[in-house]
């Protein structure tokens, strides 16, 4: 059978780093063990138009693997011409790049590797945190340009402790960003999510639910965004709901980028409103050059923590990511059952239960290079 996988281009790194797996050069280690067994295994990074390397294998492909840090949008378009295709699998976490409900329809499985990229991202989530509260880019860039004025960086560097942190989205990451903040001793914990914590895990970590969204943001110091991608969430952090964020706040996104409205985000900074917006995610991926978080500030010239996506794609994580992906390609290749808890989709149905709407049966692709809703 033929498998397509769509990975991101490693270059040097990547040939002098064999443990860079989700690379287009190392091919997440499997190309040997799936020839071995006569399959044709396709990688490429070429995604976007009709004659990328994605669109023109697509059509034939029986398993198809993506990757949330190079995503290759998976259409209903591009489903109706996949006749063959029966699995697809992320090589990560996170299937918003894939039209699910399309995939219902169409009996196409879909499953990521769950929890692969929880630690990885959790700890991104506190060092973006403590490099925005603590002023660092500034002052990196300050001794990098040879100058020394410890004043301009002290007087936007303040301490985490006793500050009131909260996360939109208490699942695997939300929850370990909350317990890695514990020894901080920060004033308070809290969370906003659709469903409660279990009692014993809120209590674990002394976290307090907020139920409203605006009231939420209103009482934190920093919010961190950890939730899923989906049409409920897309654009959730806008200019409005922005309005509502203690002045001078900071804003941490490592879960999608077209759930921040960059050009509110951008605006809020620049108003001083927002202090400092830190993240790793881009509502396009590579973010275009002239992509306006790439150089969004705040009114002292800093607040940007922004760096390219690899929360979750670090050495160990890969290693993690990449087991998991041969894992699910070799139950199904020999009729085993699946791990329930990476199963998006099924054969005709959700399996999932990462966002609400899912659970009403409905959850779409969302796809900022088509949908173009200006975020």
């Known amino acids: 059978m033929k498998i397509l996988a769509i990975l991101y281009k490693g270059g040097d790194a990547a040939k002098s780093e ?21 399959h044709e295994y396709i990688v490429s990074d070429s995604k976007e138009g009709a004659d990328s390397d994605f669109q023109k294998h697509i059509v034939d492909a029986e398993i ?3 990757t949330p840090f190079h995503p290759g949008y998976l259409t209903g378009d591009l489903v109706a011409k996949a006749k063959n295709l029966k699995l697809c699998v992320t090589a990560g976490v996170g299937s918003d790049h894939i039209d699910l409900n399309a995939s219902v329809k169409n009996g196409i499985q879909v499953l990521e590797v769950s929890g692969s990229n929880v630690v990885s991202v959790a700890e991104h989530v506190v060092m973006s945190i403590l490099l925005l509260v603590r002023n660092f880019v500034p002052a990196h860039e300050m001794i990098e340009r040879g100058d020394w004025m410890v004043s301009d960086i002290a007087r936007n560097a303040f301490d ?6 909260g996360t939109i989205g208490a699942g695997r990451i939300g929850y370990r960003v909350l317990q890695r903040l514990m020894p901080f001793d920060c004033k308070e914990l809290l969370y906003y999510d659709y469903a409660p914590l279990p009692e014993a ?12 969204l605006k009231d939420f943001v209103s ?9 899923p991608l989906h049409e409920g969430t897309i654009g959730l952090v806008n200019t409005e709901l922005l309005k509502h964020f203690k002045k001078g706040a900071w804003l941490v996104n490592t879960a999608r980028g077209a759930i921040c409205d960059k050009d509110a985000v951008a605006a809020a900074l620049a108003s001083g409103h927002l202090n400092g917006y830190a993240g790793d995610v881009w509502n396009v991926q590579p973010a275009p050059k002239d992509h306006v978080l790439r150089t969004a500030k705040n009114v002292l010239g800093g607040g940007n923590g922004m760096v390219p996506h690899y929360s979750g794609t670090t050495l160990d994580a ?12 070799e139950n199904y290749l ?6 329930p808890q990476n199963i998006i989709v ?8 990462a966002c609400p709407r899912v659970l009403s049966g409905e959850m779409k692709l969302i796809n900022p290079e088509v949908t173009q809703v200006g975020i």
Do not use: H, M
């Open 18 to 38: 064999p443990r860079l797996l989700g690379t287009v050069e190392n091919q997440l280690g499997i190309r040997k063990w799936l020839e071995s067994q006569g």
């Open 64 to 66: 198809l693997i993506t």
């Open 160 to 165: 985490l402790e006793g500050k009131v942190v």
């Open 201 to 212: 895990a809120g209590k674990a970590i002394k976290a307090r639910r907020v139920e409203d």
């Open 219 to 227: 009482q934190c110091d920093v919010v961190t965004v950890n939730c």
């Open 318 to 329: 890969q290693a993690r990511y990449a087991s998991g992906t041969k894992s699910i390609i």
């Open 334 to 339: 020999t009729g085993k059952a699946q791990e």
């Open 346 to 353: 099924g054969i005709g149905k959700f399996e999932t239960k």
